[in-house]
């Protein structure tokens, strides 16, 4: 029996980091640039801020640090 991994995972990428790397280790792991995701976060912040700053506490609690 094969075991298929899939070894793309969400990190916080620190290198890139302007507060806590979430934006860019989630635009590592969609393949985009990281402005359109921080751009993105910022407008959700006009939009729905209580969710999106619960959702950004749980991504820096729950997201392991990547040093790359």
Known sequence: ?????????????????VISG??????RYLD???V???AAAVASLFFMPGLSVIAYIAAVVLLPRREL
């Open 22 to 27: 979430v934006c860019a280790g989630l635009a």
């Open 36 to 38: 359109w995701v921080r």
């Open 1 to 17: 029996m094969k075991t298929i991994s899939n070894s793309k995972r969400v990190y916080r990428q620190m290198h890139n980091a």
């Open 32 to 34: 985009v640039d990281a």
